[in-house]
């Protein structure tokens, strides 16, 4: 056993290094060698580098509510997480078929409404939603693409086959410490990185400005859009991001006071006086998005941005009202979506998951609350969540209250153990959860970058990867061959 590797125990979870005997998967056998030849002290240096690294490079996510500061280094581990050829071939092939589906379901929705017509998901699911924009009805979008950037949540259970635990389908977030990531395990790692087959994820900003320059409205006829990212400021908690995303694609960055509307027309103020934009990169929700049509007290949006947004002479990425499709309730309906709209079966199941405001499924989850984790349809990183097994009895009956007074608002599911990894915990290696954010591109053609967002849960027996909740990161190797 490997020197970096003599303690660390898999115990009963899907291991994605080590198979059932404890025998290295074939995949991971050249990450393994290149490990072994390493003193503990020297991994530790490099990890050491990295993390400083990041802290100079401004590599950090926000945290709100907590006594420890709000600004922190994004917690990376230098163990990459490697997943073969054809493993990564049915993700590949599951990740399109989901976005095409719900893509056209995004379009029926917003238009047609086929889908509550034929009852396969019963109207009030959508009609009564928090994210169904009624504001959007009957507008055209260009190219008909809703959903042009999605990370899609994957985890493992103990079988180890892959399971859709959400698709994000507003403002996904991530992608440039899946990024980041990979530069710094070349910078630790060069000549295993080189040697290993390890497919890019280089490209993925370039391959993002192709995207918006794709959707362009069409009557602005032009080769060359303008392309801004809107973000809502250097305090929101994604703002490295932000500024890293619209760095690498070479396009401004803008805040709400930015930019005006004229004649339906959206501008960006400059020193040199007003500049169309064409396409807007919008890192700011539906409800902040313009003060005149949603919320009025929003400070971040822009007035009469929607008006020229239906008038065709600007698009969003990702579209208003795409937050129906990633509303956790409609997750349950995804399969059906997939089988109305493509004729298949999903390459990619959902978790089992029960609905509070169906009576039956009430009535089990409310009996079983202490077994199940429970979860609001519209919260998000970890927030809103009731980890059953783990729970506090006042915890427990909290939730119970809020699933009896709003039902329509909570899912439940079975825990889940998720696959893990072998992770630098202080001098050795330990075993820690992990689950996958691979990022989807809709453009002139779907694009699903090679790798994605390995996010961990650093702490010991945590189910939680979430940045906000203690989480940290690996970068994802997808290599081009199955060894």
Same mark, same amino acid.
């Given at each position: 056993m490997p020197m970096l590797l003599d303690s660390y125990d898999k115990e009963n979870?899907?291991?994605?290094?080590?198979?059932?005997?404890?025998?290295?998967?074939?995949?991971?056998? &050249?990450?393994?060698?290149?490990?072994?030849?390493?003193?503990?002290?020297?991994?530790?240096?490099?990890?050491?580098?990295?993390?400083?690294? @990041?802290?100079?490079?401004?590599?950090?996510?926000?945290?709100?509510?907590?006594?420890? *500061?709000?600004?922190?280094?994004?917690?990376?581990? $230098?163990?990459?997480? =490697?997943?073969?050829?054809?493993?990564?071939?049915?993700?590949?092939? *599951?990740?399109?078929?989901? %976005?095409?589906?719900?893509?056209?379901?995004?379009?029926?929705?917003?238009?047609?409404?086929?889908?509550?017509?034929?009852?396969?998901?019963?109207?009030?699911?959508?009609?009564?939603?928090?994210?169904?924009?009624?504001? @959007?009805?009957?507008?055209?979008?260009?190219?008909?693409?809703?959903?042009?950037?999605?990370?899609?949540?994957?985890?493992?259970?103990?079988?180890?086959?892959?399971?859709?635990?959400?698709?994000?389908?507003?403002?996904?977030?991530?992608?440039?410490?899946?990024?980041?990531?990979?530069?710094?395990?070349?910078?630790?790692?060069?000549?295993?990185?080189?040697?290993?087959?390890?497919?890019?994820?280089?490209?993925?900003?370039?391959?993002?400005? &192709? #995207?918006?320059?794709?959707?362009?409205?069409?009557?602005?006829?032009?080769?060359?859009?303008?392309?801004?990212?809107?973000?809502?400021?250097?305090?929101?908690s994604a703002y490295f991001e932000h500024a890293f995303l619209a760095r690498q694609?070479?396009?401004?960055? #803008?805040?709400?006071?930015?930019?005006?509307?004229?004649?339906?027309?959206?501008?960006?103020?400059?020193?040199?006086?007003?500049?169309?934009?064409?396409?807007?990169?919008?890192?700011?929700?539906?409800?902040?998005?313009?003060?005149?049509?949603?919320?009025?007290?929003?400070?971040? *949006?822009?007035?009469?941005?929607?008006?020229?947004?239906?008038?065709?002479?600007?698009?969003?990425?990702?579209? %208003?009202?795409?937050?129906?499709?990633?509303?956790?309730?409609?997750?349950? /309906? =995804?399969?059906?979506? %997939?089988?109305?709209?493509?004729?298949?079966?999903? %390459?990619?199941?959902?978790?089992?998951?029960?609905?509070?405001?169906?009576?039956?499924?009430?009535?089990?989850?409310?009996?079983?609350?202490?077994?199940?984790? !429970?979860?609001?349809?519209?919260?998000?990183?970890?927030?809103?969540?009731?980890?059953?097994?783990?729970?506090?009895?006042?915890?427990?009956?909290? /939730?119970?209250?809020?699933?009896?007074?709003?039902?329509?608002? @909570?899912?439940?599911?079975?825990?889940?153990?998720?696959?893990?990894?072998?992770?630098?915990?202080?001098?050795?290696?330990?075993?820690?959860?992990?689950?996958?954010?691979?990022?989807? $591109?809709?453009?002139?053609?779907?694009? !699903?970058?090679?790798?994605?967002?390995?996010?961990?849960?650093?702490?010991?027996?945590? $189910?939680?990867?979430?940045?906000?909740?203690?989480?940290?990161?690996?970068?994802?190797?997808? $290599?081009?061959?199955?060894?």
């Amino acid at each position: 056993m490997p020197m970096l590797l003599d303690s660390y125990d898999k115990e009963n979870f899907f291991d994605e290094m080590f198979d059932e005997e404890a025998a290295v998967r074939p995949h991971y056998r &050249k990450v393994l060698d290149r490990m072994q030849r390493l003193e503990p002290g020297d991994y530790h240096r490099r990890q050491t580098a990295v993390d400083l690294a @990041f802290m100079r490079g401004g590599v950090t996510f926000t945290v709100y509510n907590d006594n420890q *500061g709000t600004e922190r280094i994004f917690p990376f581990d $230098l163990m990459p997480r =490697v997943i073969p050829a054809a493993e990564w071939e049915r993700v590949e092939k *599951g990740l399109i078929q989901r %976005i095409q589906a719900l893509n056209m379901f995004l379009h029926d929705i917003y238009h047609e409404q086929k889908i509550l017509r034929d009852r396969v998901i019963p109207p009030h699911y959508i009609l009564g939603a928090k994210h169904f924009r009624r504001e @959007f009805m009957n507008c055209n979008v260009a190219k008909d693409i809703y959903v042009h950037i999605c990370g899609t949540d994957l985890i493992r259970g103990r079988d180890g086959e892959y399971l859709v635990l959400e698709d994000n389908l507003r403002c996904p977030s991530g992608a440039s410490y899946m990024l980041e990531n990979r530069a710094a395990l070349k910078r630790a790692f060069p000549n295993l990185f080189q040697s290993a087959g390890v497919r890019g994820v280089d490209n993925y900003a370039a391959d993002l400005r &192709k #995207v918006l320059n794709y959707v362009t409205p069409d009557n602005i006829g032009s080769d060359k859009p303008n392309v801004v990212l809107l973000t809502p400021g250097v305090y929101n908690s994604a703002y490295f991001e932000h500024a890293f995303l619209a760095r690498q694609m070479g396009i401004p960055i #803008v805040e709400g006071r930015d930019l005006l509307v004229r004649d339906l027309k959206v501008y960006m103020r400059t020193t040199a006086g007003l500049m169309p934009v064409d396409v807007i990169y919008r890192r700011i929700d539906d409800d902040f998005l313009d003060p005149s049509v949603f919320r009025p007290d929003s400070l971040l *949006g822009v007035p009469g941005l929607v008006n020229a947004y239906r008038a065709g002479n600007v698009s969003l990425a990702n579209s %208003i009202g795409t937050g129906i499709a990633d509303d956790k309730v409609i997750y349950y /309906f =995804v399969p059906r979506i %997939i089988k109305y709209y493509l004729g298949e079966d999903p %390459i990619l199941p959902n978790v089992e998951t029960y609905l509070a405001s169906e009576p039956q499924d009430r009535k089990f989850i409310l009996e079983n609350l202490e077994k199940l984790v !429970v979860k609001s349809a519209n919260e998000a990183g970890g927030y809103g969540m009731l980890m059953g097994p783990w729970a506090t009895q006042e915890e427990i009956e909290e /939730f119970r209250k809020n699933i009896i007074a709003n039902p329509r608002n @909570f899912i439940g599911q079975p825990p889940i153990s998720l696959s893990r990894h072998p992770t630098w915990v202080g001098d050795d290696f330990e075993g820690r959860h992990v689950d996958l954010r691979p990022y989807i $591109l809709f453009g002139e053609k779907i694009k !699903v970058t090679p790798g994605g967002l390995t996010r961990v849960a650093l702490r010991k027996g945590s $189910l939680v990867v979430n940045s906000s909740q203690g989480g940290g990161s690996k970068d994802t190797w997808v $290599l081009h061959d199955n060894e």
